[in-house]
């Protein structure tokens, strides 16, 4: 069989196997017309985001990148936000809270989704005015449209019950660190 005939049967064989199984709604609201919609990738298991505004993030510089939506997430569900693997290459940011968790109760028609970053590899070099004064400044800049993040939807954890104990009768494996070093 042709390899674009066999990937295409895959693709359709896992439409219905999934058909109902997961496929959970969810309401989501746009800023405005201009916002990015979200789409389904076939090629990841992940959703991506993209920034909704242009935003210069100066070098050693902190940005939230507002992302365009808010959503209403399903009872029992968290999202974690994470940047694409490209990211850093692309724009010269990391993301500082490293995985962004949003929970079902952050649902409300402004709370929108946005993606805290911090330049550390500047990408470019702008001119510009502060407090009167030229002034040179290095930094990234993430324009409207970029495929900036993404996220997953995942179960919440089920929350335990904490029981305090003088003794947890384990041996100890050795502190912090202690896989070893090689």
Not at 18 to 44: C, F, H, P, Q, T
Not at 69 to 93: D, N
Not at 104 to 110: F, R, V
Not at 175 to 181: E, L, N, V
Request: charged content about 30%; proline content about 3%.
């Amino acid at each position: 069989m042709r390899d674009d005939l066999r990937k295409y049967f895959i693709i359709e064989e896992n439409k219905k196997e999934n058909k109902g199984v997961d496929n959970m709604e969810i309401k989501i609201k746009y800023v405005d017309d201009s916002a990015k919609r979200l789409e389904i990738n076939e090629k990841g298991n992940f959703i991506d985001v993209y920034a909704f505004e242009d935003i210069f993030v100066p070098y050693m510089g902190y940005g939230m990148v507002h992302l365009g939506f808010a959503m209403e997430l399903p009872k029992g569900k968290i999202a974690q936000l994470v940047p694409r693997s490209s990211t850093f290459k692309t724009w010269g940011v990391i993301q500082t809270n490293h995985c962004g968790i949003i929970d079902e109760t952050y649902c409300g028609n402004e709370d929108y989704w946005r993606l805290p970053v911090q330049c550390t590899m500047a990408k470019e070099t702008i001119k510009t005015k502060v407090e009167g004064q030229k002034v040179t400044m290095m930094g990234t800049w993430i324009r409207k449209g970029d495929k900036i993040a993404q996220f997953q939807i995942v179960d919440a954890m089920k929350m335990p019950t904490f029981v305090e104990v003088d003794d947890l009768g384990n041996e100890d494996r050795g502190g912090f660190g202690s896989t070893g070093s090689k």
